[in-house]
C-alpha cells in the first residue's frame, strides 16, 4: 500500500544548530508534499511545500529538498530555535487521485538552548 | 491563526450522551474537512465536503455523523461513542479544486469515558 514515514520519530539538537528532519514516500506517482509544524496544544501549521517539477524550495530558515529517485524527502531547518520544537509531518498528495494528502506519523523536534 | 476555529476545545462525553463539535472558517475556502489524530498515529482523514456535498467518507462508524451547512460551517456530531474514540479531532479547509493544502484548526480534545 501507499505510505509515508519518517525516518527517526524523535530528534534532538543544540540550539543554534541546523536540523535536518527525513520522510520517505512509496507513492512514485505523488506530485506534491507538504511538511506542517505541530506545536503541543495546537493544529498542524504549513510550513512549506514543494512539487515534483521541483527538487528543492526555500523559505525563511526552512528548506525542502525532494529526491524523487529513491522517494525521499527532508526538511532542512537553518539555526534551530527553541520555538522550533514540535512534531512536524510530511504529507504526500497525488493529483489523479484527487490530491488528498496523505500524512507520515511525525518526528518530533527538541531543541536544547 | 489560521482563519479555522473549533468549538469546543475540549470535551468530555459519556459514551450515551449525544455532542457535536463545530469548525469555522473565515478563509473564503470551498472544502472542509475532518481528521482523527490519535496518539503515535498519523492523521486519519474522516469527511471532506466541496462545495457543501459530501465528496469522502473514509468507512467512518455512523456514531460519526458529519453536516455542512454552508462552505463556511462544518459539524460533527457525536452520538453514543466508544472509549477508544477518544483523540484530537481537527478541522481543516482548503481552496478546493485540486488546491491540496490544508489550513488546520487547533482540534477538539475529546474523551470518551
Redesign the interface.
Known sequence: GES?GLHLPTLSVQEGDNSIINCAYSNSASD?F?W?KQES??????II?IRSNMDKRQGQRVTVLLNKTVKHLSLQIAATQPGDSAVY?CAE?Y?NQ?????????TELSVKP | E?G?T?TPRHLVMGMTNKKSLKCEQHLGHNAMYWYKQSA????E?MF?YNFKEQ??NNSVPSRFSPECPNSSHLFLHLHTLQPEDSALY?C?SSQGG??????????TQLSVL
Open positions: 509515508v506534491y507538504i506542517y496544544g495546537k493544529g498542524p501549521q504549513f511545500d509531518f498528495a493529483y484527487g490530491g488528498k494528502l496523505i500524512f507520515g506519523q511525525g | 489560521t479555522v473549533q503515535k498515529k498519523p492523521l482523514l471532506v465528496t469522502e481537527l481543516a485540486g488546491d491540496e493544502k490544508l489550513f488546520f484548526g487547533s482540534g
